[in-house]
């Protein structure tokens, strides 16, 4: 299987600036896209932005020139520089991974969710 583990939330004034870091672990085989969701208190999980291994990237319009996602192939990572923030990025954010494991029988197509971590934009 495969594990996600999330850093980097916490709370910061308008303007400010946080950076999510990803990190994958398991019997991967090879990574299709990670990427960022998040989930507003009372709203659906929408797509941040996502990255796929040869480093195309798609990014939600809301945050298209404050957010960059960023990943390193050989650590399974991914990282979401977030500036300019504001109170509308509040939210629970959800690491995401799409890819192949190995299993027994060869491989099988997997996705993967982390357990989020909360980004509080306030003053």
């Known amino acids: 299987q495969v594990q996600l583990v999330e850093s980097g939330g916490g709370s910061v004034q308008p303007g400010g600036s946080l950076r999510l870091s990803c990190a994958a672990s398991g019997n991967i085989r090879s990574i299709n896209t990670m990427g960022w969701y998040r989930q507003a208190p009372g709203k659906q999980r929408d797509l941040v932005a996502t990255?796929?291994?040869?480093?195309?990237?798609n990014y939600a319009d809301s945050v298209k020139g404050r957010f960059t996602i960023s990943r390193d192939n050989a650590k399974k990572t991914v990282a979401l520089q977030m500036n300019s923030l504001n109170v509308e990025d509040t939210a629970v954010y959800y690491c995401n991974f799409r890819g192949l494991i190995s299993v027994e029988a060869g491989y099988k197509y997997l996705e993967v969710w982390g357990q989020g971590t909360l980004v509080t934009v306030s003053s």
């Open positions: 990255i796929t291994g040869g480093g195309d990237t």
